[in-house]
């Protein structure tokens, strides 16, 4: 069957892939140049760009697509809305699907935090130099958080110009700023919160994939407080890709 897999991020792209190897015809669409090229490297069929409500009910009125599948970013909420209300306007199942969470034990230098205010509040009683992994839509967000104004914040983002444009407008220095592209090892991120000094690290809980894992690992093995952002509630399916491709089989 011919579906619309929304994805920009790894394990998105490996959906993406796993459906076409089950014989499906697929197009994926990407927020970004960079995460259409390396779809197309997956041998994947590709469009990129940002999409409105008009745009995607565009691409779907042109595209006899069976359903639209959302592999989008766990906190990509204000997508997922849009895409669910377009999905009901035109009739077409929609299925979510995301990366599963992490379980991490409890422990005294992991903090968990509802939102972006509540995070920030935790960071600055933690510390002074607070590194921040959460990606760059939300900086303008963080960075107007009253709790941080006498913070030194430093900052890890994709290495893009309009990515990194968008840090200097918010006054963030080149030595604030690491623009590198993820996922991390451990041992790398433990090499980088020892040469910047960090006191606390702010991050997503972004699953499996993202990097959490090592993140954690990093901040325990140096007693660095950790913050994670929870992920938003949603009704998608936290599963495997066998589980998810057979339920979606099924349900189609």
Not at 12 to 28: C, F, N, S, T
Not at 87 to 97: T, V
Not at 133 to 152: F, H, I, M, N, Y
Request: net charge negative.
């Amino acid at each position: 069957m011919k579906l619309l897999v929304l994805a920009g991020t790894e394990d998105g792209r490996e959906l993406a892939d796993a459906l076409r190897r089950r014989g499906h015809d697929i197009l994926v669409s990407t927020l970004t140049t960079y995460g259409a090229d390396l779809a197309r490297e997956q041998g994947l069929r590709v469009r990129s760009g940002a999409m409105d409500a008009q745009t995607l009910k565009d691409l779907v009125a042109g595209g006899e697509f069976a359903a639209i599948v959302d592999a989008t970013h766990p906190y990509a909420a204000r997508v997922k809305e849009m895409v669910k209300t377009v999905c009901a306007e035109l009739s077409m199942p929609y299925l979510r699907w995301q990366r599963s969470s992490l379980e991490l034990k409890a422990h005294p230098l992991i903090h968990w935090a509802e939102d972006i205010s509540c995070a920030a509040l935790i960071a600055a009683e933690l510390g002074q130099r607070i590194l921040l992994t959460t990606g760059s839509k939300a900086l303008s967000e963080w960075v107007s958080q009253p709790s941080l104004q006498d913070k030194r914040l430093y900052i890890r983002v994709l290495p893009t110009a309009g990515v990194l444009a968008r840090c200097e407008i918010l006054g963030f220095k080149p030595n604030q700023i690491i623009a590198a592209q993820g996922p991390f090892s451990q041992e790398w991120d433990e090499a980088m919160f020892k040469q910047l000094r960090i006191e606390v690290v702010v991050t997503k809980e972004s699953g499996q994939v993202g990097g959490t894992l090592e993140k954690v690992q990093a901040c325990l093995s140096l007693n660095i407080p950790l913050v994670i952002l929870k992920r938003p509630v949603t009704d998608g399916q936290d599963s495997s890709l066998a589980e998810f491709i057979n339920h979606l089989e099924e349900f189609l």
